[in-house]
C-alpha cells in the first residue's frame, strides 16, 4: 500500500502545473541521476521497491520541449533510458504532428549521451537526426566509436553549439552556458531554453556553485523555471565515501544558497538528476517534505512547465 501511496503522490505533483493550449512546454522525461533508479547492480532496501515495483522506477534525467503552435518536439540528453522515454515523448506528441528538431547534449557522461546509440543501425536506423553539441563534444563523437559510426551512416547530423549563443528553433531559443563539471572527454553545458514569453534553466550536471562564474541566484532571478543538479541530498548520503571529494552541489547546500531568495523565486527551482540514493525520489520522505516545506519543488517525469 505504502508503494502505491508513493506513486500517487508522484503523478499529483506530475500534474500540478499543466501545459496550455498552444503554448510551448518542457516536458519531464527522466529525473534520476545517469544509471537510472533502480540502479544497476543496487539491491540495497533504498534501491528494492523499484525492482519489485516497475512503478516506481525512474528514467535517467531527460527533458523535451514541445511546441503546440509550431507542431515541433525537441529533446535534451540522449539517455540509457531512451526507448521508454521516446515513447513517452510519443505519447505526448505524436510524430504524426510533431516534427522532431533533434537532440541537444549536455556533456559526455554516461546518462547524458549513450542513448544515442539507438538512433544506429542496429537500432532505429535514424537518418540524420540533428545532435546539438559543443567542440569537443562533436570532436569526440567523430573520433571515438561507436558514435563515429552514427555520423558515418548518417544516422546522426551534428549541429554546433557556441557558449551563450543561441541556436534559434521555430518559436523559441535554445542558449548553452558551459559550467565547470569533470569534463574528461567534452565540455558541460547547461541550457536556457526560452520563449517570447518565458524561459527555463537547464543545469543537471555542475560541480559546486561557487566555483562557477555565474551566480546562480542571480540566473534564477532572470528565469521562469530552473531545473537543477540534485545528484546527492547531503553529506551523510554515500556512507564510508568522503563526501567532501563529491563536485556536486548537495540539495542542502542549493537550498542554503537560495534560502534568502523570495518565496516565488525560490518556488522556481524543480530539483531532478537524483542519484539512486538520494530521498527525494521518495516523495513523501522526511527530506522530501522539508525541501517543499521550503518553497522549493521536486520535479518527476510527466511534469510539464509552460513556456
Known amino acids: 500500500m505504502l508503494k502505491r501511496v508513493l506513486f500517487t503522490v508522484f503523478l499529483l505533483s506530475a500534474s500540478a502545473v499543466t501545459a496550455q493550449p498552444n503554448v510551448a512546454y518542457l516536458y519531464v522525461l527522466g529525473v534520476a541521476q ?5 540502479q544497476v547492480g543496487c539491491y540495497k532496501p533504498h534501491c528494492m521497491p523499484g525492482w519489485e515495483q516497475p512503478a516506481l522506477r525512474r528514467g535517467a534525467t531527460s527533458i523535451a520541449l514541445i511546441d503546440p503552435g509550431t507542431k515541433t518536439k525537441t529533446l535534451f540528453e540522449a539517455t540509457p533510458s531512451m526507448p521508454e522515454q521516446l515513447y513517452a515523448l510519443e505519447q505526448e506528441a505524436p510524430s504524426d504532428k510533431y516534427a522532431f ?8 557522461h554516461m546518462g547524458h549521451y549513450s542513448g544515442l546509440l539507438f538512433f544506429g543501425h542496429e537500432a532505429m536506423g535514424a537518418n540524420n537526426v540533428p545532435v546539438y553539441a559543443m567542440p569537443r563534444m562533436r570532436a569526440y563523437l567523430r573520433a571515438n566509436g561507436p558514435w ?8 546522426i547530423a551534428l549541429q554546433p553549439l557556441k557558449h551563450n549563443h543561441p541556436v534559434e528553433l521555430a518559436g523559441t531559443n535554445v542558449t548553452p552556458l558551459l559550467v565547470p563539471h569533470r569534463d574528461e572527454f567534452s565540455e ?3 541550457y536556457v531554453i526560452s520563449s517570447a514569453h518565458k524561459s527555463a534553466l537547464f543545469i543537471p550536471d555542475i560541480n559546486k556553485w ?7 541566484a542571480d540566473i534564477i532571478k532572470t528565469v521562469d523555471y530552473a531545473l537543477i543538479d540534485a545528484t546527492f541530498y547531503g553529506e551523510s548520503e554515500l556512507p564510508g565515501r568522503d563526501m567532501s571529494k563529491v563536485p556536486h552541489p548537495f540539495v542542502t547546500e542549493s537550498m542554503s544558497i537560495l534560502g534568502e531568495l523570495s518565496s516565488e523565486q525560490r518556488n522556481k527551482v524543480w530539483f531532478i538528476h537524483m542519484n539512486h540514493t538520494n530521498p527525494l ?5 522526511d527530506e522530501a517534505k522539508y525541501v517543499r516545506s521550503k518553497g522549493f519543488n521536486i520535479a518527476v517525469e510527466g511534469l510539464r512547465l509552460p513556456l
Open 210 to 216: 561557487s566555483v562557477w562564474e555565474t551566480n546562480i
Open 188 to 190: 558541460t553545458v547547461g
Open 34 to 38: 545517469d544509471a537510472g533508479y533502480p
Open 148 to 155: 563515429s559510426q552514427l555520423v558515418e551512416y548518417n544516422n
Open 101 to 108: 528538431n533533434g537532440v541537444f547534449l549536455t556533456h559526455a
Open 281 to 285: 525520489l521518495n516523495a513523501n520522505s
